[in-house]
């Protein structure tokens, strides 16, 4: 379950200009929660093993950031739950590498390292904005800090990823470049 997907109960009032949502069970809260950081984990140690090949200093990235999404997922659900586990309501899946149409489920060249970099990027601002949200409508009382402590988690993951992508050797030859090997060529040719 993802609250950014409910639509279901939102309204909007005439002297509010935001939606307001009706307020998530602890249950659902917790499930949802629990649900979103374990697919964030299983991504990364995806990646983590499709970097493998192509540098194993992002593969240990991406084992990292596995680690600590796993770890905010057990903090949050503990949190939420007291002493109650959250049962995973889906089986383990192989991950969401597949049928993408890549020619190798491993990572061979720096077009690709950018773009699961690119791709690594957008699931950290998504998941901190599932958890700006679960922030701004209060879903969780007393938990603000935490929350915010995830939030800042988050963007400090974005930075070093986007860090990392344009550490990566350059994708494309610059303009520049292309106009003098064209020269060389009508010079021998």
Sequence with gaps: MDISNQSQGSTIH?????PS??????????QAVDDHERRQSQRYRWRA??????HPGLSQLMEALADESRDRREVLVEALAGEHPVESRQAPTA???RGRGAAHFFIVDDDIAHLELG???LEERRTERFYTR??????????DA?????????????????????????????LGSIARSRRRRRRIG
Excluded: K, N, V
């Design 146 to 174: 935490l929350l915010g402590d995830c939030i800042a988690q988050c963007r400090a993951h974005g930075r070093l990823i986007e860090e990392t992508r344009q550490s990566l050797p350059a994708r494309h030859r610059s």
């Design 95 to 97: 991950g969401d590498c």
């Design 14 to 18: 005439a002297s509010d200009s935001r």
């Design 49 to 54: 093993l499709r970097f493998l090949t192509y």
């Design 134 to 143: 679960l922030l701004r409508d209060g879903a969780i009382p007393g938990l």
């Design 119 to 121: 791709l690594s990027l």
């Design 21 to 30: 949502r009706t307020p998530m069970l602890p249950a659902e809260l917790r």
